[in-house]
């Protein structure tokens, strides 16, 4: 009884963990699509968190900085590749209510 009730958590906790939706924070304080990032990487796949792309792109062969923010509510996270002129905040939809496209 107890492993499946400790399997069934588990499940759970990664379907939560599937089901975070990530965007980009611009500077102006607006959320965009991660895919936005194909103009500047245009072989990026369907990269769609912070830990995902920093791994992509160490792949790559780039220096990658990736810090987690504290914020009040939601997550963020920054992640930076100087070599390709990349300082990008990740945050969760708790940040931003959503994506507002152009």
């Known amino acids: ?14 379907t939560v963990h599937a089901a975070e939706r ?4 611009s500077k102006h304080g607006d959320c965009a699509e991660v895919g936005v990032l194909k ?6 796949g369907d ?3 912070p830990d ?5 792109m160490r792949q790559k062969g780039y220096e ?6 504290s ?3 939601g997550k963020a996270q920054e992640v930076n590749v100087p070599q390709k002129e990349l300082f990008l905040i990740f945050v ?3 940040m931003c209510g959503g994506p507002k496209t152009k």
Do not use: Y
């Open 92 to 94: 969760t939809s708790e």
């Open 47 to 49: 990269v769609s968190d």
């Open 39 to 44: 103009r500047k990487v245009p072989d990026l």
């Open 64 to 69: 990658v900085t990736s810090t987690p923010i």
């Open 22 to 25: 990530w965007f980009l924070l």
């Open 1 to 14: 009884m107890l492993a499946g009730f400790v399997c069934l958590s588990l499940m759970t906790l990664q």
């Open 52 to 56: 995902a792309f920093a791994s992509f």
């Open 71 to 73: 914020v009040p509510k």
